[in-house]
């Protein structure tokens, strides 16, 4: 495929009740490809999709009023996911892409980049004028995806990891939203 066109063999629609098994199964699947060395096995390994099923099946029965859930999906079924809402930090009109995650065999394919950009635009449409999002310091492969997307990177922070411990998050911002989604 020619750099910048459009796979058309993926869809991207609003999650509802009955995804939540699927979202949970693409949930699941991605941390063990995304973060294998970089989050404890053993917590990888414990993942369980049916307590996965009954979060997102709870979040998406009773959605924050800005919060939304997109599904990317082939024509096997979805292959990722990415949710968002107002900012964690609450800082006037931010919001915050608080999860992106892709299976691997759909990576690399410019779906990541469409998720983002259509989480952000319907964001944008519930007022949002700027957009962060957070990454383990060391998923050198998602902080490429946002720095090429044109996110600035802030200082990094520690925070309290899955399966205990801490660990180095990244946030990525862009100061003005209307830059990410054209």
């Known amino acids: ?7 058309t063999q993926f869809v991207i629609f609003p999650a509802g009740p009955a995804d939540a098994e699927a ?3 693409v ?16 917590y990888l390994a414990r993942m369980s999709e049916e307590a996965h099923a009954r979060r997102f099946a709870r ?16 024509r096997w079924g979805p292959v990722g996911y ?3 809402g107002p900012s964690r930090r609450k800082v006037p009109g931010e919001a915050e892409v608080a999860t992106l995650y892709l299976l691997r065999g759909a990576q690399g394919r410019g779906l ?18 700027s957009l962060v999002i957070s990454v383990l310091r060391d998923n050198a492969a998602a902080r490429g995806f946002y720095e090429h997307l044109g996110g600035e990177a ?3 922070r520690q925070e309290p990891g899955p399966g205990g411990g801490t660990y180095f998050e990244v946030a990525y911002r862009w100061a003005e939203i209307a830059t ?3």
């Not at 979040?59 to 082939?74: F, W």
């Not at 983002?116 to 519930?126: G, H, I």
């Open 112 to 129: 990541g980049a469409r998720l983002l950009t259509q989480t952000a635009r319907a964001l944008a449409s519930r007022g949002a004028r």
């Open 180 to 182: 990410l989604i054209g």
């Open 23 to 25: 979202l949970a199964r």
């Open 27 to 42: 949930h699941v699947a991605s941390w063990r490809q995304t973060y294998r060395g970089l989050l404890p096995d053993a």
């Open 1 to 7: 495929m020619a750099h910048g066109s459009v796979d």
């Open 154 to 156: 802030e200082p990094e």
């Open 82 to 84: 990415a949710q968002g």
């Open 59 to 74: 979040m998406l029965m009773q959605p924050g009023p800005d919060d939304l859930t997109l599904i990317a999906a082939d």
